[in-house]
Nanobody
Framework: QVQLVESGGGWVQAGGSLRLSCEASGSIFSINAMGWYRQAPGKQREVVATITSGGSTNYADSVKGRFTISRDNAKNTVYLQMNVLKPEDTAVYFC????????????WGQGTQVTVSS
């Protein structure tokens, strides 16, 4: 069984920084793309940033230049460094990964709350 466990969320004032982590565990053969998504109250879940196994990254326009996604393949972990946070970044942040076990599937973490006050 595969699990994704996020950590690092919390409360911060506008302009501050937070770093999210997400570690995958279980009977993992390999991990392909990993990413971070977020969902604000009353809104649909949206992609924030993604990273391939080779390190290629993509970002939502709203976070470009402020957020950085990275991964440590040896630790099966993906990170999201969030700088210059804005109140509109407030949301539950979810980790997502395409993981190969005996088959290939997409897995989600349980989510971590990020609250940015003005």
């Amino acid at each position: 069984q595969v699990q994704l466990v996020e950590s690092g969320g919390g409360w911060v004032q506008a302009g501050g920084s937070l770093r999210l982590s997400c570690e995958a565990s279980g009977s993992i053969f390999s991990i392909n793309a990993m990413g971070w998504y977020r969902q604000a109250p009353g809104k649909q879940r949206e992609v924030v940033a993604t990273i391939t196994s080779g390190g290629s990254t993509n970002y939502a326009d709203s976070v470009k230049g402020r957020f950085t996604i990275s991964r440590d393949n040896a630790k099966n972990t993906v990170y999201l460094q969030m700088n210059v946070l804005k109140p509109e970044d407030t949301a539950v942040y979810f980790c997502n990964a395409e993981i190969v076990t005996t088959y290939r599937g997409r897995y989600w973490g349980q989510g971590t709350q990020v609250t940015v006050s003005s």
